[in-house]
């Protein structure tokens, strides 16, 4: 017999396939997932919405390269980064800068699970662990 | 000539900037050594993957939208939110002849305050067992040194024998006699200089033991000389079980470097029923489905492909396995001991009544078998020792029966007093395993009927003195015997004159 955890899990689950449209996250769905759940509300509600965040932050995260630098970034850089990520991933990409000086210099993109490291502050930590 | 240095430069210069790719993952729950993961989206099955803080873990389950992993190491500091990163490899301990003398954990990492360990090989600790073709039939002996066993149930390089019993009935003491024996065997095979003598290296997997419990082993191995020819990997029962689940696949990966590399190896797991409970532990924290006796439907596959591990190689080495089982009121059809004795090449039962009796070891031969036979003996057990098994077993259906009634024939009597005599002979002390020369000289003494002149009850003192008069005055006839491995007309007749002579000094 499933857990109320996982009847949570599947409602969300089920939610997150209809807030999608073309592959993407619909702002329109959600809205409409929302305003559904707000009419009929499942028997956890709290558990179910949470699950859903987590589903569509987890979605939202792939088409967004947060990209983490040390010093100044143009714009140029950003929008070349965007088109690298949408060629490699395969979907629309956007960019987004973050400041983080404890990089010392050069930058990190995270997009969705992956993260590509170029910054000083990682290539002293793996020194240091190599030593 | 520098425009050249410089291209080159350049592009070093381009590869040290290149980004470096992780997939990461952000932790949701930790409980019990076992952390529930968001992300970690590429992470593959079984590998490694990297915590704060220095911890490993290894990914078990890959579900849809998390990853559990069980965590080797401190966990106390990993919080909700922590990011993890997959390290692309799987996990691998160090192998090779630095490990011996060493006690480590199931990382491979020293825990005996003997410096860091120089070793540059790693090998996986998971590793599919060699298959089919690349095996060879298990025939050459692996001498225990325990008479009872060596001449009834014979174990082979490369063999699979499973030790099962209650606890408390000497399990372990068989194991660490093996292994001293293996020792005592390595040092005069090496003195000799013989260039074919092939030394056994043995691997003691320790797994969920007290700590006081392990330091007995060591020691006991230290004393009796035999730890520089042993690895001992601990996991503790203070260990999480994560540890404790991987202890014996670390000891596997060790011994199978032996084995690869044309040497013979010996690994005892002390043992599988607490490896069983941590992986139940493991796998009840990871939710997956659970089955008779709330272990989870592989437990079977735990335990075989690790067994499966132990093989005699063509070409190579072998690694032999000694698991070691604990029952319950000596139930063998429990769920863990039936699935490894399915698995082995053999069982050697130990006895609750026999133990309490004073026959040790309290191997019961009736239920101990080993299914290479006397493939893995040499000649000379067999031909002193060859019909033993059947005597003590009829011995056991005989002495059960003559409880009922004191008329008795003849030939049942006669029956019963030899039986007891062996039962006697084969009483042996721990910790002193018996060169395969001396069980073969006193086996022959016994087939000679010159113990039938013994008192029952001073049979024990009898094969002692025989024992100490053939070490300290035969010692030519012994060698003899160990290098033939066989016993020629001439041999036969210098026993018999041997033992002749020990009656002769005994009697008087």
Not at chain 1, 14 to 34: I, K
Not at chain 1, 108 to 126: C, M, P, T
Not at chain 2, 343 to 355: A, P
Request: charged letters at 25%; a neutral charge.
């Amino acid at each position: 017999m499933a857990t109320p955890a996982k009847i949570a899990l599947q409602e969300a689950r089920l939610l997150f396939s209809l807030s999608m449209e073309g592959g993407v996250v619909s702002p329109e769905r959600v809205a409409g997932v929302l305003e559904y759940v707000e009419k009929h509300r499942p028997a956890s509600p709290t558990a179910v919405l949470k699950a859903y965040h987590r589903l569509i932050a987890a979605e939202l995260a792939k088409s967004e390269a947060v990209i983490e630098h040390a010093g100044s970034i143009g714009e140029p850089v950003l929008a070349a980064i965007a088109a690298v990520m949408s060629k490699r991933y395969d979907r629309k990409v956007t960019a987004k800068a973050k400041p983080n000086p404890e990089l010392l210099a050069g930058m990190r993109v995270r997009i969705g699970d992956d993260v590509y490291e170029s910054s000083v502050a990682a290539q002293l930590a793996a020194l240091a662990a190599s030593v | 000539m520098s425009t050249v240095l410089e291209q080159i430069e350049q592009q070093i210069a381009k590869l040290s900037n290149k980004a470096v790719k992780k997939n990461t993952g952000t932790i949701r729950t930790v409980a019990d050594g076992v952390a529930k993961i968001d992300g970690l989206s590429d992470v593959m099955y079984n590998e490694m993957v990297q915590f704060p803080g220095g911890a490993i873990g290894i990914a078990l389950n890959l579900e849809q939208d998390e990853v559990g992993c069980v965590i080797l190491g401190d966990i106390s500091q990993l919080k909700e939110g922590d990011e993890v990163t997959t390290t692309g490899k799987l996990l691998s301990v160090p192998v090779g002849k630095a490990l011996l003398g060493r006690t480590v954990d199931s990382l491979g990492n020293p825990v005996d305050g003997k410096g860091p360990i120089e070793t540059k090989e790693y090998y996986p600790v998971e590793k599919i067992a060699p298959g089919i073709i690349v095996r060879k039939s298990v025939s050459q002996p692996l001498f225990t040194g325990i008479m009872a066993i060596d001449s009834m149930i014979p174990i082979g390089r490369g063999q699979r024998e499973l030790i099962i019993g209650d606890r408390g009935t000497g399990k372990t003491t068989i194991t660490i006699d093996t292994i001293i024996n293996q020792a005592k065997i390595n040092k005069v095979g090496i003195a000799s200089g013989d260039p074919k003598f092939r030394p056994v290296y043995s691997i003691y997997v320790a797994v969920g033991q007290k700590n006081s419990n392990i330091v007995r082993t060591i020691a006991a191995l230290e004393a009796a000389g035999a730890l520089e020819f042993t690895v001992i990997v601990a996991a503790a029962a203070a260990d999480n079980p994560a540890n404790q689940y991987l202890a014996p696949y670390s000891g596997a990966a060790m011994g199978e470097w032996f084995m690869e590399n044309g040497m013979d190896a010996l690994i005892v797991y002390d043992d599988l029923s607490k490896h069983a409970v941590a992986y139940r532990q493991i796998s009840l924290i990871l939710k997956r489905p659970s089955g008779r006796e709330a272990y989870p439907g592989d437990v079977f596959y735990l335990h075989s492909r690790l067994l499966e591990r132990a093989a005699r190689l063509e070409g190579k080495g072998s690694l032999t396995a000694l698991p070691i089982i604990e029952t319950l009121a000596g139930d063998v059809s429990a769920y863990i001991p039936t699935n490894v004795i399915s698995i082995t090449d053999g069982q050697i039962f130990l006895e609750t009544d026999l133990f309490n009796q004073g026959i040790r070891p309290a191997v019961s031969v009736g239920l101990s078998v080993s299914r290479v036979g006397s493939a893995a003996q040499i000649k000379a057990t067999k031909q002193v020792g060859g019909k033993l098994k059947g005597e003590l077993a009829q011995f056991r259906e005989l002495a059960a029966f003559a409880q009922f009634g004191s008329d008795l024939d003849a030939k049942t009597k006669a029956q019963l007093e030899r039986g007891g005599r062996i039962v006697e002979l084969f009483k042996q002390p721990a910790f002193a395993p018996l060169p395969i020369e001396l069980q073969v000289a006193v086996l022959f003494a016994m087939q000679k009927g010159f113990f039938e002149a013994v008192e029952l009850r001073k049979v024990v003192e009898a094969a002692a003195s025989l024992k100490a008069f053939f070490t300290g005055r035969k010692d030519a006839l012994l060698a003899d015997i160990r290098t033939k491995a066989v016993l020629d007309k001439d041999l036969e007749a210098k026993l018999q004159a041997a033992c002749e002579e020990w009656k002769a000094s005994y009697a008087s």
